[in-house]
């Protein structure tokens, strides 16, 4: 196929497969973190890349030169890699990448021969934004996904109109071309924009864990979630007007609890008022 370049082709069985980007689908780079876990838990192989050549504006997004161990100079192009791993017999498709800046379209439309060259059918798309939430809360997730799917995991549901990146381009894209795709996104903290939010990403794979029944290692990310909620709780202390802000939040955040349609009405609103 035209832009990958295959390492091999594995045969797999009833693949699943989780998709996810860096950039502005990525609050917190909760999504992206949450397959870059999924990869070093499960130890993951890449199998193949997909080339960025026509995909990508290399002078927003530029390679990168480096240096191997005998000081030989190379230089690392953008690519979305294709990483395959199993778990208690499940084969697992990851796919983690940047952005693409351009021909969004064709680009879904190979990612979808990838996924048909390794036979999946069920695919799950990881998104993360910055919305009104606190850090103390248990990061909310909002999924597109069948209303069944929705009812019987507590997914929230949301009526967002607006802007989109390529995580709902490709969604929508998948579904046209008929695989089974839930995409699952998770709230971060906007006032903590500039930092990783492991504990966002331990929701996206705690949730998927519940929804498809998987073994995810997604306890393997608590270490990493209380020295996060430990440097932010300094922070806020340090910080008279934060902590009043995220006391506020949390007002909020109670008042509306149980009502999760508010709850998204709260966190899209913030959305359409940055986009602006």
């Known amino acids: 196929m035209q832009h990958v370049n295959w390492d091999y082709r594995p045969t797999l069985i009833d693949p699943i497969a989780f998709v996810a980007y860096s950039g502005w689908n990525d609050g ?16 993951a192989e890449q199998v193949a890349a997909i080339d960025h050549e026509e995909f990508a504006d290399f002078q927003v997004t530029r390679p990168m030169v480096v240096l191997d161990e005998e000081g030989m100079r190379s230089v690392q192009w953008p690519e979305t890699g294709v990483f395959v791993a199993s778990t208690a017999g499940q084969d697992i498709v990851l796919i983690l990448g940047e952005e693409p800046r351009l021909r969004w379209k064709a680009y879904s439309r190979v990612v979808a021969g990838v996924l048909k060259d390794l036979e999946v059918n069920r695919v ?39 802007p989109t990146g390529i995580v ?15 995409s699952l996104w998770a709230a971060s903290p906007h006032y903590l924009a500039g930092t990783d939010n492991p504990k966002a990403a331990r929701a996206l794979l705690a949730k998927s864990e519940k929804v498809f029944g998987l073994e995810l290692g997604s306890f393997t990310l608590d270490e990493a979630v209380d020295d996060w909620e430990r440097r932010v709780e300094e922070a806020v202390t340090d910080n008279d007007d934060l902590q009043d802000y995220v006391e506020r939040l949390q007002e909020v955040h109670t008042e509306i609890e149980g009502t999760g349609g508010r709850l998204v009405e709260e966190i899209e609103q913030f959305l359409r008022d940055d986009d602006e």
């Open 124 to 162: 799950v798309t990881f998104g993360a934004f910055l919305g009104q939430v606190a850090h103390t809360a248990d990061p909310p997730i909002v999924g597109v996904a069948s209303p069944e799917v929705k009812r019987e995991h507590d997914l929230l549901s949301s009526s967002y109109e607006g």
């Open 28 to 43: 917190g780079e909760s999504a992206s973190s949450a397959v870059e876990h999924l990869i070093d838990v499960l130890g």
């Open 168 to 182: 709902g381009v490709l969604t929508a894209e998948l579904v046209d071309y008929g695989f089974d795709v839930t």
